[in-house]
């Protein structure tokens, strides 16, 4: 819950002429590592939005059916925040530790077709 406040107070300081940067990862795990991967990324994304001021979100899931199948929404203040968030020694473990557990990467670069409404992307609570 305290992380969930962290983004909802972050967000609300974002100007909506600031570009964010969002991207989704799609990663395919190999199925003997799957448990330890999952952890692994779970300590990872919780790291980063906690310590990370430019990481607004980073969101993983897995597809229901699939579960080696791995989708992340990053989304970053700026490509600053992102190139910044590639250094911290939270993300550096976690690439080289899950280096040798990832049968395929794929980054994708998003736009969004609506900018000015990605500033309040978590004002909504249900």
């Known amino acids: ?6 983004l909802l107070l972050f967000s609300t300081t974002i100007s909506p002429a600031q570009t964010m940067m969002v991207r989704i990862s799609e990663i395919e795990i ?3 590592y799957l448990t330890e991967y999952n952890a692994i990324l779970k300590e990872e994304a919780a ?9 607004v979100a980073i969101f ?9 199948q791995i989708r992340i ?22 690439k080289t530790t899950t280096l040798k557990m990832v049968k395929a ?15 309040a992307i978590f004002k909504k609570q249900q």
């Open 60 to 68: 993983p899931m897995s597809i229901k059916q699939e579960p080696t």
């Open 1 to 6: 819950m305290r992380n969930i406040l962290g």
């Open 73 to 94: 929404v990053e989304i970053y203040a700026d490509s600053s925040a992102y190139r910044a968030h590639l250094k911290t020694p939270h993300f550096q473990h976690y």
């Open 105 to 119: 990467l794929k980054l994708i670069d998003m736009d969004a077709l609506d900018p000015k409404t990605m500033s």
């Open 30 to 32: 190999l199925p003997e």
């Open 47 to 55: 790291a980063s939005v906690e310590k990370e001021k430019g990481v």
